[in-house]
Every structure is written in C-alpha cells, then in structure tokens.
C-alpha cells in the first residue's frame, strides 16, 4: 500500500487535553484557549457545554460582585438512604469533597450590568444537579432574600430532575420552591428562569417551568420525562430535536432561547423592561 | 381476629395493595361518600383528561370542588381514563375548578391516585412540565381550605401536582413516592427485579410518612385492604376529611395560606 492510499487516521501526535479541549457535540478539536473565551461553546457546532456553577457566576455577574448567601445549608440523608452501591451519605460527602460546593445549586447576592439580583446557579457535576432538600431549603432563603432586598430573582437550572436518594422529601423540594416563587411574584419582583442543559422532571416541573420568562440555551434538553420512558410508553422513536429548547420554544413554554455569550446582557435588557 | 393475626407488610406488598384492581377508585368514592356530585369538564384550552375529573360535590352537607385521578375498572375504562396518568390538561383543568372553588369559598378536596403524570409524546408537547409546576405555585396561594388525600397510588410529580394542600391524608395501604420502586430499582440498582428493596429504601408507606411529617395523618382500612370492603373504607375517608374541613373552615384565610407556607418549608430541614 503506497502512502497516498492509506486511510486517514488519528494524527501520529495525539493531542494532549492540556492543549486542546474536544467538542462532545461534533468531536471537533478546538484550543483551549479558544475554547475558554467562547465559555465552552463550540465554534464550529455551537454546541453550549454544561458551566459549573462557578463559571456560570462568572459568566453573567459583574466581576467580584457576587457574595454567596447560606453556603452553610448542605444535603440531608432523611430517609438514611443506600442501594446497590452504596450509602447515599457517602456519596453526597465524596460529591462535597470533589466539588467544593455543599449542594447543588449555588446561591447569593450580585450584580448584573449594575443591577443588583438574587441569583441561584445549578450544578449539574453536584449529583447532577438533583433537587435535594438542601437545594430547595437554599432556594427559599434567596427567594425570601429577592422579597427582603426587592431585588428579581434569577435562577439558573441544570438538573435530572428530583433527587431518589431523599425519596418523598425531594419531591415536596417541588412545592416548597414553587411556594416560595409564588411569594416572589406576589411581592412583584421578577422573577427570571433559564433553562440549560439538562433541565428535566421535577425541575422541569417545579421552579424551571415558572419564571416570567422562561430564558433558554441553545440546544438545551428540556423536558419532563425521559426520551426512554416515552419511546417505551407509545413504543415510537422520537424525532432528534423532540425536548430541545427550539422544540420547547416552538410548543409556547420557552420565550426565547438566548446563545451564551448574549445571556447576560439580555438578563440586564429584560430587567431594565421590569423597570431595574 | 383477621387483624391480629396479620403480619406487618413489607412496603412492597403494600405497593401490591395500592395497586389492586378491585380497589376503590374515585368512582366509587364519589358514590359511596358523596351526597351529590356536579361533574365540570375541560380546561377551556385544549380538552377534557378522563384521567382527572372534578366538578361540585357535597360530603356529609357540606360543598366542595372535588378533584382527582380516575382509575378505571376493566381493560375499557382504564384505557378511556389513561390508567390514572393525566395530561396537561388534567392538571389544567383542577386548576380551573379549584380557581372557581376559590371564588366560589368553596374548599377543595383532592383524591390523589396515580402512577404518574402521563409520559407520552403528545404530553411534552403540551406541557406536562409547565402544568404540573403551574398547579404547585397556584396550590401553594390558593385562598381556600385544601385537604388531599392518597388512597391509592401517589406517583411522583403526578400526584403532586393536584397535592399541596393544608391537611395531608393518606390511606393505611396508600404509597406516596418521588419515583416507582420499579423505576429506582433499574436506576440505581441497575437491576428493575430489585423493586422490593427500593420500595423499602424509597420509605413510601403510609407509616414511613407520617414519620418524615410529610402526612398528617393515616386513614385505617379494613383488614385485607380498602377492597375488602369500600364501603367502610369510604366511610373512614369521609369521617377524616370532615374532620379537616371543619378545623381548617375555621381558620382565617390569610393564616391558612400562611401555614400552608410554612408547612411545605418545613419538609427537609433538620
């Protein structure tokens, strides 16, 4: 076989991940630098990797203006929960360990464009990102601190949906957050939703689904049940764009899907709107 | 006698109780407890879910707006009622009945039984999400009493969604859950057979409620099960929610809805 009849094949040096990051979307290898200013959004599939909650903070508040609120409200084991692989108590700890976060969502005061918020920020790598009752006990207390500060509340979901392992306590984590955003609403602040990748049962069905505006990404899975549980029940496969956030927004629950890079200043815009 | 020699039920059993065909459905509820029933139907949006239904009832002299999932009995009526699993337009429509309730200073009284909300293509499409968190932020505020109770089934967001309320029942060999002990099993387990245990670990029974303070209180059913004899166990409904709907018509509007506050907030702190 002479050279010019070869098979093209992975290039002889493999790149390092110190040097490139590699799209999960299209596979395109882009720099990581390049990677970092587009904030992990793929130049050539536009493609909008999950943040974690830091870089999200990060993203949309003004530089050293957010100042987290109840860090101290951590997970519960109500139901002193284990299964096949374990204690649920030991896995939420190791998850603590590895993340630095103490639940997952992250929640404080900030800035956006000088207008002062209450923001909360899901962690998806934070037993992606389920709604335990930490998360719903730390949503109250920004929701009761948007109320107490009159400032609009915005809050950014990436969630499977409730946590199993806090059994029945993580569901009424559903109604707890939706009352405390109803009180939001009837105190007349704003109260903001964006959904990104992944935003999906309870969530999806609870505090993500309510907002004044329902803000998305670009491509973001959004829904209620999972695309496995569907295809079984009317024994169908589902079109690939069914759940994505243009699928959310062409069905009327989503007002507009917004690219990350555009995210902040539009939270600002819509603000001014609400008359901050 | 039959009772004391009865054995304490593991939770999966009790899974197989509150799923039984021959347990009562709010059908029966409505005949065996209800002096009259005035069904209303549609959401005014899109249809009428057979799988929710509600309308104007009076239970021992006293009017309300009753809600509820609709189990069918039979292949046929399941099929027409969807197993229980409503769509968007279900929860749309208890919502509409329990605004006139509102309106009308009617109390609400919601008989919560199903797998789950419906998990159909045509659901997403419409909304499942959307009507499900809609009705929790509306139930949270309503200004009316509200009294739910679990006789059957509470599967997760479904149940919920008609599930806030200022008194909590449920019946003795009623489950309530974040997920079926089946879908937990496969997830975590990675293994459906595990049912058995995820349904104990999940702590779904009645008792395991209570103790949690997500229930108020647990409503007895006849030895062998709420099937055995539907008419006492509708009789010890009706006696239970009058009960609440007595204690709760008492109570200032603006105190009720701030409990009701303080009531789901308290769920999950230490």
Known sequence: MSWFEKPAEAPARVPTDAIWAVCPSCKAYVAKEAWR?????????????????????????????????????????????????????DKAKATVAKTGEGESILTGTATVEKIAVVLGVMDFKFLGGSLGSGTGE?????????????????IVSASGGARMHEGIVSL??????????????????????????PTTGGVSASYAMVGDLNIAEPKALI?????????????????????????????????????RKELKAFLANVLRYAGY | MAKKTEKKLAAWDIVQIARHAERPNITDYIRLLCDDFVELHGDRLFGDDRGLIGGFATIGGR????????????????????????????????????????????????????????????????????????????????KTPIVVVV?????????????????????????????????????????????????????ITAESLKGLGIIDAIV??????????????????KKAVLACLEALCAVPLKSLVAQRYDKFCAMGCR
């Not at chain 2, 309730?101 to 293509?121: C, I, M, Q, W």
């Not at chain 2, 309530?176 to 879908?183: A, C, D, K, L």
Request: hydrophobic share 40%; charged share 25%; glycine share 10%.
């Open chain 2, 63 to 142: 009017r309300v707006v009753l809600i509820g999932h609709r189990k069918g009995r039979g292949v046929d009526e399941n099929i027409e009622a969807n197993f229980g699993m409503a769509s968007p337009e279900g929860y749309r429509k208890a919502m509409r009945l329990m605004r006139l309730a509102e309106k009308y200073g009617l109390p609400v009284v919601s008989f919560v039984d199903t797998p789950g909300a419906y998990p159909g293509s045509e659901a997403e499409a419409r909304g499942q999400a959307e009507a499900i968190a809609h009705n929790l932020e509306f139930m949270a505020t309503l």
């Open chain 1, 172 to 197: 009424m984590q559903m109604a707890k957050t939706c009352a405390a955003i109803a009180r939001v609403k009837e105190a007349g602040l704003p109260y903001l939703s964006i959904l990104t990748d």
């Open chain 2, 151 to 203: 006789t059957g089934e509470g599967g997760s967001g479904g149940a919920l969604g008609i599930a806030v309320g200022d008194r909590i029942l449920m019946l003795q060999n009623a489950v309530y859950s974040v997920i079926s002990p089946e879908g937990c099993a496969s997830i975590l387990w990675r293994d459906g057979s595990k049912a058995p245990q995820a349904a104990d670990a999940l702590k």
């Open chain 1, 223 to 259: 829904g209620f049940a999972g695309r496995r549980v569907i295809e079984q029940t009317i024994k169908q496969k589902l079109p690939d764009d069914f759940q994505t956030a243009e699928y959310t927004l062409a069905h009327g629950f989503v007002d507009h899907i917004v690219p």
């Open chain 1, 37 to 89: 200013a587009a904030d992990k959004v793929c130049p050539r599939c536009n493609h909008h990797e999950r943040l974690n909650c830091r870089e999200r903070v990060a993203l949309l508040t003004d530089a050293g203006s957010f100042k987290e609120l109840n860090a101290e409200v951590s997970f519960n084991d109500p139901l002193s929960f284990s299964d096949s692989s374990g204690a649920y108590a």
């Open chain 2, 220 to 237: 007895p059913e006849p030895a062998g099960g709420a099937h055995a004899d539907p008419a006492a166990t509708a009789a010890a409904v």
């Open chain 1, 138 to 154: 730390r949503i109250r207390l920004a929701a009761e601190k948007a109320i107490a500060l009159k400032r609009p509340l915005i």
